[in-house]
């Protein structure tokens, strides 16, 4: 009898050091270097503990990949403009796969599965506070058994925190996460301050967009958001439709509104507005305050709205409220932030054109 339970004693010990051997307290499976990861939706998914190549379905969100962990991504959303200057070499002629929710979705499936990404990061839309399950489930079913990480739209400056916070510890660069976190915390916090100081006397804006200046996004749009963030006053008060982002204006309702700013993201506008008998009679035009987003390598205001933007708050303030602004150098915060999110130094003569192009005088 002593024998039989010592056999049995023998075989439990043999059966906890495989166990030991092949799982550490944390799910990893040491054998096939997997471990399982609770997804921004509550999904248990089982990935690479190590993944080393990554595609995203979402422009916005390929762009905060780019910015945390460029040697993990696989594929752009889209190519890199013929005009982009400010990329490494190394990561110019990456390739593009589109991107797959929404109307405009043009995701390329076999350019994707060409690639073997080790996961696959969704980022499905988020429509009244809730996943639009449909986009996730489009991307399960064309793309299984490659894991699929949901993270879900990324376009909200203020509550987008956690995502960097989770893509950190899903890429395994929590440090550069951590420094996007708090620079965009930073500029969340420098946004409050000059909104309570210029509250009694918001500045109006407008954002114009399209070659015709006649498009725009109204307040509370994510389109529009840093305006928000800042305190200026969008003109564009637009009501009737819920969560309305877009909304094409006429040049009659803009002369009505008279912003004392305009803030635009196309160039052949912006190149054309000061000879413009339509707009001359508009305030922001007859005091010279129209000024143009910078774009390269990215987007600084919208287009999309996401990680792109942080940058877009310290210049917006410099454009809208520079007198609540003076004590730091927008300089600095643009040499950083290309250095850290953008993996490129800027000299000192791309710096300069870089803002003054926008419009901007004293930086």
């Known amino acids: 009898m002593k024998k039989v339970n010592m056999g049995i004693i023998l075989i439990v010990l043999l059966v906890l050091v495989s166990s030991v051997a092949y799982f550490t ?101 988020v429509r009244q506070g809730s996943v639009i399950q449909s986009d996730l489930q489009l991307i399960i079913d064309k793309f299984s058994p490659i894991p699929i990480v949901a993270v879900p739209e990324t376009a909200n400056l203020t509550n987008v925190i956690p995502t960097y916070e989770f893509l950190g510890k899903l890429l395994n660069e929590e440090e550069n996460a951590n420094k996007l976190k708090n620079t965009l915390q930073s500029y ?26 006649l498009t725009t996004s109204p307040s509370g749009s994510e389109h529009a958001q840093i305006l928000d963030i800042i305190g ?11 969560q309305i982002q877009v909304s094409q204006v006429s040049i009659e309702q803009v002369i009505k509104w008279n912003p004392e700013i305009i803030i635009t993201i196309d160039e052949n506008f912006y190149d054309g507005i000061y000879n413009s008998p339509e707009w001359a009679s508009i305030t922001a035009v007859k005091n010279k305050q129209v000024y143009l987003v910078p774009t390269d390598p990215y987007n600084w205001f919208d287009m999309p709205p996401g990680a792109n933007t942080v940058i877009g708050i310290p ?35 791309e710096l300069t054109s870089l803002l003054t192009k926008s419009g901007l005088k004293s930086f």
């Open 315 to 349: 210049w917006t303030l410099k454009v809208v409220y520079p007198e609540y602004n003076k004590d730091w150098n927008l300089k600095d915060e643009v040499r950083e932030f290309y250095h850290n999110f953008y993996h490129y130094d800027l000299s000192d003569g």
């Open 232 to 242: 200026a006053c969008n003109v564009a008060n637009i009501t009737g439709e819920t």
């Open 25 to 125: 307290l944390d799910g990893s499976n040491i054998s096939s270097g997997d471990i399982t990861v609770t997804d921004m939706v509550d999904r248990v998914v089982t990935i690479p503990k190590s993944p080393d190549t990554i595609v995203s379905t979402s422009s916005p969100l390929t762009t905060i990949i780019y910015m945390l962990a460029p040697d993990k991504l696989s594929a752009l959303s889209s190519a890199w403009d013929n005009g982009t200057k400010f990329v490494p070499d190394k990561y110019r002629n990456m390739t593009a796969v589109g991107a797959w929710h929404g109307k405009k979705g043009t995701g390329n499936d076999e350019a994707l599965l060409s690639l073997k990404p080790d996961i696959i990061i969704d980022s499905p839309r």
């Open 188 to 213: 969340l916090d420098l946004g409050a301050k000059t909104k309570e100081a210029s509250k009694s006397k918001p500045k109006n804006v407008y954002y114009a967009q399209g070659t015709d200046g």
